[in-house]
């Protein structure tokens, strides 16, 4: 069974499009990665994931049931871009507090504190919370009731990068349990090697949705060839569509990912100081797909 479920969705808000027949899905146990400018439709898709809203046309199906269901909703862990709590409480009583709201054991709030990290804290009012720590104390309401959907939006906002780590490897253990999650982030670098699929949303249409490697193929984007120590009369070849110099004695050469193997093997013989081969990044594929839709440098109001 699919945790979440779109089919033909359209959503309208008075005369304005927002989304334009969506179909997605999210299997169980996946990480998905939703992107897309500012006023793409990401938040829209998470307000219709959650039962907030209902779209004006289509299906959406979560858990096997109707978003909004009461049961379905305690199944759901959500973490807002923007967490907002009760200022005079302390980390704890914030946690308990929520877990009362949703019926979940509170039993677990110890537990969760320790995994993101707030224990020394737990007693502290969050008035007193940096925006990481109140971050961290948002992961812990969104695992509260051990969700089989958790929906994350900006999740790294305000955490260092050890913070971030831990919190991708909380993902990832999620994931090995059988959660699925939906991850919404700007910070595409950070976010991308621990993504199953990605979905890319622009002007409220799905422009591209798979696995990395299904798009890097859909894409055909050139393949990065670092090479350190040779000149740019070695690297030359016909099968090279650019070479760029970098810092020191490197030099970045592009090309097509079919002549990738053939060029990597060349530059070999030649006997470079080191060699390093990247792929299309999920930012170069995020740009190839913006561009493809006519949105890139799109900006305006998170929808």
């Not at 948002?138 to 509260?144: F, S, W």
């Not at 093997?265 to 797909?289: A, F, N």
């Amino acid at each position: 069974m699919n945790a979440v479920e779109l089919h033909n969705v359209y959503q309208q808000y008075g005369t304005m499009a927002v989304l334009d027949n969506i179909s997605l899905n999210v299997a169980e146990g996946e990480v998905l990665g939703l992107f897309g400018h500012n006023g793409a439709g990401k938040t829209t898709t998470v307000r219709l994931i959650l039962g907030l809203l209902q779209a004006t046309s289509g299906q959406v199906r979560v858990l096997g049931g109707t978003p909004g269901d009461s049961d379905i909703r305690r199944d759901i862990g959500f973490l807002p871009e923007n967490v907002t709590f009760y200022p005079q409480l302390t980390g704890r009583e914030t946690l308990l507090h929520f877990a009362r709201l949703k019926g979940a054991a509170v039993q677990q709030v110890d537990d969760l504190l320790e995994q993101v990290g707030l224990t020394a804290a737990s007693s502290k009012r969050v008035k007193t919370y940096s925006k990481g720590m109140r971050q961290r104390l948002g992961l812990a309401q969104a695992l509260l009731g051990r969700p089989r959907l958790l929906l994350l939006d900006e999740p790294t906002v305000g955490l260092d990068p050890i913070a971030t780590q831990e919190l991708y490897q909380v993902i990832g253990r999620l994931r090995d349990e059988g959660t699925s999650i939906v991850i919404c982030s700007h910070v595409l670098p950070g976010v991308e090697p621990y993504i199953d699929r990605a979905a890319v949303l622009a002007l409220g249409r799905l422009e591209a949705i798979g696995s990395l490697h299904e798009l890097r193929t859909q894409a055909q984007l050139p393949v990065r060839i670092r090479a350190a120590g040779l000149t740019v009369a070695q690297l030359s070849a016909p099968d090279v569509q650019t070479i760029r110099p970098l810092h020191g004695a490197w030099h970045e050469v592009f090309v097509a990912p079919a002549d990738k193997l053939a060029t990597v093997q060349r530059i070999l013989q030649l006997q470079p100081q080191d060699l390093e081969v990247q792929p299309p990044s999920l930012e170069d594929l995020y740009c190839y797909y913006m561009e493809k839709a006519g949105a890139l440098g799109v900006a305006g109001v998170q929808q």
